[in-house]
């Protein structure tokens, strides 16, 4: 077994803030680690192999514990339910799930439709409700579903509120706030417990710190 700590680190929008949050915290990423193709970086200074994935496939390679630690936002924990521990809220990516359509809503069927990225979360929050719909999953663009006939009303993450408001569509209902997290394998929690927690105790300084600030 290695000794490095192997960290999946989502890509995308969460990426630079996370790293950003790793330096604060004392790890010295190289300025080359923002820039690289690479999908494996290992740095012994900092006592860590990285893997840089899908944002919404890291709780499986945290599950799967080809991963010790993982940075995943709170709605693809939901989305995804796999069995890791989250250990820590790292305040970062912040945005929100909510439920949006045209401003004039003319629905008229039964069981609504609901085009979404996220077909578990949406199906639980509905089934809270106590409303009935059918759920279409889609991979992106999902403000287009309503434009164009394919779903009554939508599942998704609102940041800015921008997307929605170039595309005509107001928010109706908030479902939750959304931020990333730490997320540990259980099994590696137990091998790696000294290490792990020193990360976590590390970053959580620097998580407290800038909330003092704000
Ligand atoms: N405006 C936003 N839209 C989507 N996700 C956001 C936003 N702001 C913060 N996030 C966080 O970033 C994560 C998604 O990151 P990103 O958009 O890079 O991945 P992705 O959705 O897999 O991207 P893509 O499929 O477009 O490559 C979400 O899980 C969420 O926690
Ligand atoms: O409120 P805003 O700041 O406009 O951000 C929200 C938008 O950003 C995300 O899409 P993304 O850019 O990831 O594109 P996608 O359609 O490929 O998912 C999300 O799905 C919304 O569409």
Same mark, same amino acid.
């Given at each position: 077994?290695?000794?490095?700590?192997?960290?999946?680190?989502?890509?995308?929008?969460?990426?630079?803030?996370?790293?950003?949050?790793?330096?604060?915290?004392?790890?010295?990423?190289?300025?080359?680690?923002?820039?690289?193709?690479?999908?494996?970086?290992?740095?012994?200074?900092?006592?860590?192999?990285?893997?840089?994935?899908?944002?919404?496939?890291?709780?499986?390679?945290?599950?799967?514990?080809?991963?010790?630690?993982?940075?995943?936002?709170k709605d693809?924990?939901l989305?995804?339910?796999?069995?890791? $521990?989250?250990?820590?809220?790292?305040? !970062?990516?912040d945005c929100y799930l909510a439920v949006a359509g045209?401003? /004039?809503? &003319? %629905?008229?069927?039964?069981?609504?439709?609901?085009?979404?990225?996220y077909?578990?979360v949406a199906?639980?929050y509905f089934?809270e409700q106590?409303?009935?719909?059918?759920?279409?999953?889609?991979?992106?663009?999902?403000?287009?579903?309503?434009?164009?006939?394919?779903?009554?009303r939508i599942v998704d993450i609102v940041s800015?509120g921008?997307?929605l408001?170039?595309?005509?569509l107001v928010e109706l209902e908030k479902i939750r706030e959304i931020?990333?997290?730490?997320?540990?394998?259980?099994?590696? $929690?137990?091998?790696?417990?000294?290490? !792990?927690?020193?990360?976590?105790?590390?970053?959580?300084?620097?998580? /407290?710190? &800038? %909330?003092?600030?704000?």
């Amino acid at each position: 077994m290695s000794s490095l700590l192997t960290v999946a680190m989502p890509k995308g929008r969460i990426f630079q803030e996370a790293v950003e949050l790793l330096r604060q915290a004392g790890y010295p990423l190289p300025p080359e680690f923002e820039d690289s193709r690479k999908l494996i970086i290992e740095i012994e200074e900092a006592g860590m192999r990285f893997i840089l994935a899908k944002p919404m496939d890291v709780p499986t390679y945290v599950e799967h514990g080809v991963a010790d630690v993982g940075i995943a936002g709170k709605d693809v924990m939901l989305e995804e339910e796999r069995d890791v $521990y989250e250990v820590l809220d790292l305040k !970062i990516s912040d945005c929100y799930l909510a439920v949006a359509g045209l401003a /004039e809503l &003319k %629905e008229h069927s039964v069981a609504p439709k609901i085009a979404t990225k996220y077909p578990n979360v949406a199906a639980q929050y509905f089934r809270e409700q106590g409303e009935q719909v059918e759920i279409i999953k889609l991979n992106g663009s999902i403000e287009l579903a309503p434009l164009i006939g394919l779903a009554d009303r939508i599942v998704d993450i609102v940041s800015t509120g921008r997307t929605l408001k170039e595309n005509g569509l107001v928010e109706l209902e908030k479902i939750r706030e959304i931020t990333s997290r730490i997320i540990v394998n259980p099994a590696s $929690y137990r091998m790696k417990a000294a290490v !792990i927690d020193e990360l976590v105790e590390r970053l959580s300084k620097v998580v /407290e710190s &800038k %909330e003092e600030i704000r």
